[in-house]
Protein backbone atom coordinates (compact mmCIF):
# COMPACT_ATOMS: atom_id res chain seq x y z
CA UNK A 1 0.00 0.00 0.00
CA UNK A 2 1.33 3.06 -0.63
CA UNK A 3 1.85 6.14 1.79
CA UNK A 4 2.97 9.36 1.76
CA UNK A 5 3.05 11.01 5.24
CA UNK A 6 4.07 14.62 5.63
CA UNK A 7 5.53 16.27 8.67
CA UNK A 8 7.43 19.67 10.08
CA UNK A 9 4.31 21.67 9.80
CA UNK A 10 3.73 24.66 12.60
CA UNK A 11 3.32 28.21 12.93
CA UNK A 12 6.22 30.57 12.15
CA UNK A 13 6.63 33.96 12.13
CA UNK A 14 6.54 35.60 8.83
CA UNK A 15 10.73 36.19 7.40
CA UNK A 16 11.40 32.86 8.74
CA UNK A 17 12.30 29.21 7.75
CA UNK A 18 11.12 25.78 7.84
CA UNK A 19 11.93 22.52 6.23
CA UNK A 20 9.23 20.05 5.34
CA UNK A 21 9.55 16.23 5.21
CA UNK A 22 7.19 13.83 3.18
CA UNK A 23 7.96 9.72 4.19
CA UNK A 24 7.06 7.15 1.06
CA UNK A 25 6.38 3.97 1.46
CA UNK A 26 4.83 1.01 -0.57
CA UNK A 27 6.67 1.64 -3.84
CA UNK A 28 9.58 1.72 -5.56
CA UNK A 29 10.68 5.58 -4.35
CA UNK A 30 13.52 6.67 -6.80
CA UNK A 31 11.16 5.34 -9.63
CA UNK A 32 8.62 8.39 -9.61
CA UNK A 33 8.60 12.05 -9.79
CA UNK A 34 7.33 13.65 -6.30
CA UNK A 35 5.57 16.73 -5.93
CA UNK A 36 4.31 19.35 -3.33
CA UNK A 37 1.14 21.14 -3.92
CA UNK A 38 -0.94 23.43 -1.45
CA UNK A 39 -4.47 24.37 -0.50
CA UNK A 40 -4.97 27.82 1.31
CA UNK A 41 -7.71 27.69 3.66
CA UNK A 42 -10.85 27.34 1.71
CA UNK A 43 -8.93 27.99 -1.58
CA UNK A 44 -8.03 25.65 -4.22
CA UNK A 45 -5.31 23.26 -5.00
CA UNK A 46 -1.77 25.18 -6.05
CA UNK A 47 1.52 23.25 -7.27
CA UNK A 48 4.53 24.67 -5.49
CA UNK A 49 7.16 22.38 -6.64
CA UNK A 50 8.44 18.86 -8.35
CA UNK A 51 11.56 17.17 -8.26
CA UNK A 52 12.38 14.14 -11.39
CA UNK A 53 13.39 10.32 -10.02
CA UNK A 54 16.93 11.26 -10.09
CA UNK A 55 16.73 14.93 -9.08
CA UNK A 56 18.18 16.37 -12.31
CA UNK A 57 14.75 18.29 -13.17
CA UNK A 58 13.37 20.91 -10.94
CA UNK A 59 10.33 23.17 -11.08
CA UNK A 60 9.01 25.81 -8.96
CA UNK A 61 5.78 27.57 -9.20
CA UNK A 62 6.83 31.66 -9.59
CA UNK A 63 4.92 32.48 -6.01
CA UNK A 64 7.71 30.57 -4.86
CA UNK A 65 10.57 30.68 -6.81
CA UNK A 66 13.88 32.08 -4.92
CA UNK A 67 12.19 30.81 -1.70
CA UNK A 68 11.54 28.04 -1.53
CA UNK A 69 14.50 24.94 -2.50
CA UNK A 70 12.86 21.20 -3.09
CA UNK A 71 14.70 18.30 -2.81
CA UNK A 72 14.56 14.30 -2.01
CA UNK A 73 16.94 11.11 -0.55
CA UNK A 74 16.05 8.13 -2.54
CA UNK A 75 17.92 6.39 0.09
CA UNK A 76 15.87 7.68 2.83
CA UNK A 77 12.40 7.35 0.70
CA UNK A 78 12.35 10.78 1.45
CA UNK A 79 11.29 14.24 0.28
CA UNK A 80 11.75 17.83 1.29
CA UNK A 81 10.59 21.18 1.05
CA UNK A 82 13.02 24.01 2.57
CA UNK A 83 11.08 26.89 2.89
CA UNK A 84 12.64 30.26 3.80
CA UNK A 85 11.59 34.07 3.74
CA UNK A 86 7.91 32.51 4.78
CA UNK A 87 5.05 34.73 3.96
CA UNK A 88 1.59 35.21 5.80
CA UNK A 89 0.48 34.31 2.15
CA UNK A 90 2.17 30.68 2.16
CA UNK A 91 -0.41 29.57 4.85
CA UNK A 92 -1.96 26.47 3.57
CA UNK A 93 -2.13 23.17 4.03
CA UNK A 94 1.02 20.97 2.17
CA UNK A 95 0.59 17.91 0.41
CA UNK A 96 2.81 15.31 -0.77
CA UNK A 97 2.10 13.79 -4.11
CA UNK A 98 3.42 10.98 -6.14
CA UNK A 99 4.16 11.65 -9.71
CA UNK A 100 3.19 8.66 -12.30
CA UNK A 101 6.13 8.66 -14.37
CA UNK A 102 9.66 9.42 -13.24
CA UNK A 103 9.56 13.13 -14.95
CA UNK A 104 8.60 16.24 -13.17
CA UNK A 105 6.54 18.06 -15.55
CA UNK A 106 3.80 15.09 -15.99
CA UNK A 107 0.60 16.32 -14.10
CA UNK A 108 -0.29 12.99 -13.23
CA UNK A 109 -0.68 12.60 -9.93
CA UNK A 110 -1.55 9.17 -8.39
CA UNK A 111 -1.05 9.35 -4.81
CA UNK A 112 -1.13 12.09 -1.91
CA UNK A 113 -0.87 12.40 1.08
CA UNK A 114 -2.81 14.05 4.26
CA UNK A 115 -0.76 16.86 4.42
CA UNK A 116 0.98 18.70 6.77
CA UNK A 117 -0.59 22.50 8.13
CA UNK A 118 1.79 25.80 7.62
CA UNK A 119 1.23 28.84 8.89
CA UNK A 120 2.91 31.92 8.65
CA UNK A 121 1.24 34.63 11.28
CA UNK A 122 3.49 36.84 13.84
CA UNK B 1 3.23 30.64 -15.71
CA UNK B 2 -0.13 29.28 -17.72
CA UNK B 3 -3.37 29.08 -16.54
CA UNK B 4 -6.55 26.94 -16.50
CA UNK B 5 -10.03 28.31 -16.36
CA UNK B 6 -12.99 26.13 -14.49
CA UNK B 7 -16.63 26.92 -13.53
CA UNK B 8 -16.59 27.85 -9.79
CA UNK B 9 -19.75 25.55 -9.48
CA UNK B 10 -21.95 23.09 -11.05
CA UNK B 11 -25.29 21.43 -10.08
CA UNK B 12 -26.65 18.10 -11.58
CA UNK B 13 -29.73 16.60 -10.52
CA UNK B 14 -29.14 12.40 -9.06
CA UNK B 15 -29.04 10.49 -12.01
CA UNK B 16 -28.39 12.47 -14.71
CA UNK B 17 -25.12 13.58 -16.28
CA UNK B 18 -22.84 16.38 -15.96
CA UNK B 19 -19.86 17.88 -17.14
CA UNK B 20 -17.48 20.04 -15.65
CA UNK B 21 -14.71 21.91 -18.03
CA UNK B 22 -11.38 22.88 -17.93
CA UNK B 23 -10.00 25.92 -20.16
CA UNK B 24 -6.24 26.84 -21.17
CA UNK B 25 -3.79 27.15 -23.93
CA UNK B 26 -1.83 24.31 -22.41
CA UNK B 27 -4.86 21.43 -23.26
CA UNK B 28 -4.24 22.50 -26.88
CA UNK B 29 -0.36 20.45 -26.43
CA UNK B 30 -1.15 18.53 -23.12
CA UNK B 31 -4.04 16.17 -21.56
CA UNK B 32 -5.19 17.41 -18.48
CA UNK B 33 -5.77 15.09 -15.25
CA UNK B 34 -8.75 15.63 -12.90
CA UNK B 35 -8.63 15.07 -8.98
CA UNK B 36 -11.59 14.67 -6.70
CA UNK B 37 -11.74 16.26 -3.81
CA UNK B 38 -14.01 16.08 -0.67
CA UNK B 39 -14.12 18.69 2.08
CA UNK B 40 -11.19 17.24 4.85
CA UNK B 41 -9.62 14.65 2.82
CA UNK B 42 -6.59 14.65 -0.01
CA UNK B 43 -7.50 14.79 -3.37
CA UNK B 44 -8.38 11.56 -5.35
CA UNK B 45 -7.18 11.22 -9.16
CA UNK B 46 -9.84 10.30 -10.96
CA UNK B 47 -8.94 10.88 -14.87
CA UNK B 48 -5.67 10.94 -16.77
CA UNK B 49 -4.30 10.71 -20.02
CA UNK B 50 -6.24 10.83 -22.81
CA UNK B 51 -9.16 9.23 -20.96
CA UNK B 52 -7.63 6.82 -17.97
CA UNK B 53 -9.61 5.99 -14.71
CA UNK B 54 -7.17 4.62 -11.89
CA UNK B 55 -8.08 1.28 -10.21
CA UNK B 56 -10.77 2.03 -7.92
CA UNK B 57 -13.15 4.99 -10.32
CA UNK B 58 -16.08 4.10 -11.41
CA UNK B 59 -17.13 3.80 -14.68
CA UNK B 60 -19.27 7.23 -15.12
CA UNK B 61 -16.21 8.78 -14.87
CA UNK B 62 -15.09 9.65 -18.17
CA UNK B 63 -12.65 12.39 -19.89
CA UNK B 64 -12.30 13.97 -23.37
CA UNK B 65 -10.72 16.83 -24.71
CA UNK B 66 -11.30 19.57 -27.43
CA UNK B 67 -8.82 22.46 -28.71
CA UNK B 68 -8.35 24.48 -25.44
CA UNK B 69 -11.15 23.01 -22.97
CA UNK B 70 -10.84 19.31 -21.47
CA UNK B 71 -13.89 18.01 -20.05
CA UNK B 72 -15.32 15.71 -17.13
CA UNK B 73 -18.26 13.72 -17.16
CA UNK B 74 -20.01 12.43 -14.71
CA UNK B 75 -22.95 9.56 -16.38
CA UNK B 76 -25.39 9.04 -14.16
CA UNK B 77 -24.29 11.22 -11.20
CA UNK B 78 -24.37 9.81 -7.33
CA UNK B 79 -24.58 11.81 -3.97
CA UNK B 80 -20.99 10.50 -3.24
CA UNK B 81 -19.75 12.42 -6.43
CA UNK B 82 -20.62 15.93 -4.58
CA UNK B 83 -16.52 17.06 -3.94
CA UNK B 84 -14.86 20.04 -5.35
CA UNK B 85 -13.01 18.60 -8.87
CA UNK B 86 -9.87 20.27 -10.42
CA UNK B 87 -7.82 19.80 -13.28
CA UNK B 88 -4.32 19.97 -13.80
CA UNK B 89 -1.86 19.97 -16.63
CA UNK B 90 1.63 20.63 -17.40
CA UNK B 91 2.65 24.38 -17.58
CA UNK B 92 2.91 25.35 -21.58
CA UNK B 93 5.27 28.78 -20.53
CA UNK B 94 8.33 25.80 -20.19
CA UNK B 95 9.02 26.23 -16.33
CA UNK B 96 8.90 22.55 -15.95
CA UNK B 97 5.95 22.75 -14.13
CA UNK B 98 2.60 22.20 -13.36
CA UNK B 99 -0.59 24.19 -13.27
CA UNK B 100 -4.26 23.63 -11.70
CA UNK B 101 -7.69 24.86 -12.49
CA UNK B 102 -9.53 26.78 -10.09
CA UNK B 103 -12.02 23.90 -9.11
CA UNK B 104 -15.58 22.89 -9.72
CA UNK B 105 -17.74 22.34 -6.61
CA UNK B 106 -20.19 20.12 -7.69
CA UNK B 107 -23.55 20.11 -5.90
CA UNK B 108 -25.95 17.11 -6.49
CA UNK B 109 -29.56 17.82 -6.25
Known amino acids: EVQLVESGGGLVQPGRSLRLSCAAS????????MHWVRQAPGKGLEWVSG????????GYADSVKGRFTISRDNAKNSLYLQMNSLRAEDTALYYC???????????????WGQGTLVTVSS | SSELTQDPAVSVALGQTVRITCQGD??????ASWYQQKPGQAPVLVIY???NRPSGIPDRFSGSSSGNTASLTITGAQAEDEADYYCNSRDSSGNHGVVFGGGTKLTVL
Open chain 2, 49 to 51: GKN
Open chain 1, 51 to 58: ISWNSGSI
Open chain 1, 26 to 33: GFTFDDYA
Open chain 2, 26 to 31: SLRSYY
Open chain 1, 97 to 111: AKSSVPSSSEPTFDY
